[in-house]
């Protein structure tokens, strides 16, 4: 049996009149850069997620990148943000020129520790970028806790996390900014790249759609320097027309995953820690992933491929230790759970499209693997601690999928 990481085809097929008349209907209006019909997707965005403005922008990684330069964040600054995350998380903060501070993950989510965040807080620090990783929340009420008393800013990295909730909030709507992708893979992906941002601050708002055309307030007069951040008016439709279908796929993966733990509770239970299933802790969690962490992963992964199931790695090499960000300082164990967690995260099909047949052979073959690997180390991270002290900062079917 073939079941692949990810099958777009079966959603288009299930929709396509919808997506085909809405994008045809922007062709016959040959209008194609911002307008009415980005207009619309933006306002249904906004209200979705429960902010009073809705940026549409080019893409995740440039959603994130537009919310820092509307802070005006450069050279001098430090943002502090989770070393296991999709690269353009850190980045974006490098390419404005601030310096990136990395604060370790809690070992049951993978989420960014509010107590490391609260750690690595100095006089130059000017944000904190929370990722709700895989479609859980973080856990943001200490973290808006600590960015208030200090007086900065809080970006949120929503990318994979559209629809989540926690305590009766959605993802992107807590903190100044809110930054989604809608690259294809997401749980709501456009037909190409294209991004988001939210905010309830009206200054913030007006400042970002500013930026998003150059820094253009009026046609040809420029106040700042933006750049060309624009969402097209072609993805803008197909969005939009997906969103009302949004709730019922976020319930077949919730569903899926769901199965998921079930089968594979057994397994888990027998292996002694060989296999860790994800824990949903903060809420409403949307599973853009079903990761879970297995000792012997490459061997594991390769006997899922051999039965013909597609699966990812999120995320090989934790940001302290990418090779660009070497001028930091860091040293492997400094941030040892994101480290340990690059070794053993495995990513499931987990698309609303799977049938019962193709999960429960999913979870037989990863069963069988694990419990045939005898001696392997186990898979869980070690305990929670202390934040390390604060430096000086000088193979699937289908491919990985980014989150901006």
Same mark, same amino acid.
């Given at each position: ?31 194609? &850069? ?5 207009? #619309?997707?933006?306002?249904?965005? *906004?209200?979705?997620? =429960? @902010? /009073? +403005? ?91 806790? &600590? ?5 900065? #800013?809080?970006?949120?990295?929503? *990318?994979?996390?559209? =629809? @989540? /909730? +926690? ?238």
């Amino acid at each position: 049996m073939k079941v692949p990481l990810l099958d777009l085809t079966a959603q288009y097929a299930a929709i396509r009149e919808e997506l085909d008349d809405a994008v045809a209907r922007v062709v016959r209006s040959q209008r194609f &850069v911002l307008g009415p019909v980005v207009e #619309a997707c933006e306002a249904a965005m *906004a209200g979705y997620v =429960g @902010a /009073r +403005h809705g940026i549409g922008v080019s893409s995740g990684t440039d959603a994130l990148l537009l919310a820092l330069m509307a802070e005006g964040i450069g050279p001098g600054d430090e943002v502090v943000t989770t070393p296991f995350s999709f690269f353009a998380t850190a980045g974006v903060i490098a390419r404005v020129g601030a310096t990136p501070v990395f604060a370790d993950v809690d070992p049951v989510t993978l989420n960014i520790d509010p107590a490391g965040v609260a750690e690595r807080i100095t006089e130059r620090t000017r944000a904190i970028i929370p990722v709700h990783l895989f479609g859980q929340m973080a856990e943001m009420a200490p973290i808006l806790d &600590v960015a208030r008393e200090q007086g900065i #800013a809080v970006i949120e990295d929503a *990318a994979q996390a559209i =629809g @989540a /909730r +926690h305590d009766g909030h959605r993802a992107g709507s807590l903190g100044d900014y809110g930054c989604f992708s809608f690259f294809p893979t997401k749980n709501l992906g456009g037909w190409g790249d294209g991004g988001l941002v939210v905010t309830s601050d009206h200054a913030r708002a007006d400042r970002l759609r500013a930026l998003r055309v150059h820094g253009e307030t009026s046609r040809y007069h420029h106040r700042f320097v933006g750049g060309n951040f624009r969402l097209d008016a072609l993805q803008a439709a197909v969005l939009h027309a997906k969103l009302p279908h949004l709730d019922r796929w976020t319930a077949a993966r919730i569903g899926n995953a769901a199965l998921y733990t079930r089968l594979l509770g057994p397994a888990a239970h027998r292996s002694g820690d060989r296999l860790r299933l994800p824990r949903v802790v903060t809420g409403h969690h949307v599973f853009n992933q079903y990761v879970v962490r297995v000792a012997g992963r490459d061997r594991v992964q390769a006997e899922l491929a051999a039965a013909g199931v597609g699966t990812a790695i999120y995320y090989p090499i934790p940001l302290h230790l990418q090779e660009c960000f070497a001028d930091l300082g860091y040293r492997p164990g400094d941030l040892p759970v994101s480290e340990r967690a690059a070794g053993c995260v495995l990513a499931l099909p987990v698309f609303p499209e799977l049938t019962e047949s193709q999960i429960r052979h999913v979870a037989r073959t990863l069963g069988e693997a694990v419990e045939t690997g005898g001696g392997a180390e186990a898979a869980h991270d070690p305990p929670s601690g202390p934040a390390p002290p604060s430096r000086t900062h000088v193979s699937a079917d289908q491919p990985a999928a980014p989150t901006g």
